[in-house]
């Protein structure tokens, strides 16, 4: 398939808003999925740090500071060869690159605060180990205004889609089929 006529869904959002739900339902329906996270694990791996949340914001941000704020999307997308999904899109020069190269088109997904950091505590990571107040430090980090950084709050603005999922699984999954469909219009 030749790679601008590729679909390639980006999904964006807050922590422990449901991003990973999405995409893991979406491959359940045969979307393969890449992740921005996972170029910047891979490095991370390579430098011998622990990847824990603050340790792939401060990478990431070195990243696009490096090598250009698109870095991480044209990293992902040699990888890609079919429609596919794109996770931890973070940076409005990603978003950019992927439009240029691809009918892409962004979904930023939200819940409420405290339902996202309850989320994180029944999930029970270790980088989830954090106290409500480390929580919402974390977030402010990930919505810069500045180039080189996350800019969650610019990348809202650019979706073409928007998803609060306060409610249950069903009403999530139906909000994702409504916005295929609308996709495959």
């Not at 704020?69 to 990888?79: D, G, I, M, S």
């Not at 439009?99 to 989830?128: H, M, Q």
């Amino acid at each position: 398939m030749e790679k601008e006529k590729l679909k390639i869904i980006g999904i964006t959002g807050s922590f422990c808003s449901g991003k990973d739900t999405i995409a893991d339902y979406l491959v359940s329906k045969g979307w393969p999925n890449f992740s921005l996270s996972d170029e910047i694990r891979e490095v991370l791996k390579k430098e011998n740090i622990e990847p824990t949340r603050d340790n792939l914001i401060k990478k990431g941000n070195d990243l696009r500071q490096e090598f250009g704020n698109q870095v991480l999307a044209e990293r992902t997308f040699k990888k890609i060869k079919e429609n596919s999904i794109i996770t931890s899109v973070r940076n409005l020069g990603e978003i950019e690159f992927l439009k240029n190269k691809a009918n892409f088109c962004l979904i930023f997904v939200d819940a409420p605060i405290w339902e996202r950091y309850s989320r994180a505590k029944n999930r029970g990571k270790e980088t989830d180990k954090v106290t409500f107040e480390q929580f919402r430090n974390q977030e402010q980090q990930e919505k810069s205004k500045e180039k080189n950084k996350q800019q969650l709050d610019l990348c809202k603005d650019r979706a073409d889609f928007i998803i609060i999922n306060d409610g249950n699984l069903e009403d999530l999954y139906k909000k994702v089929e409504g916005i295929i469909g609308k996709i495959n219009e």
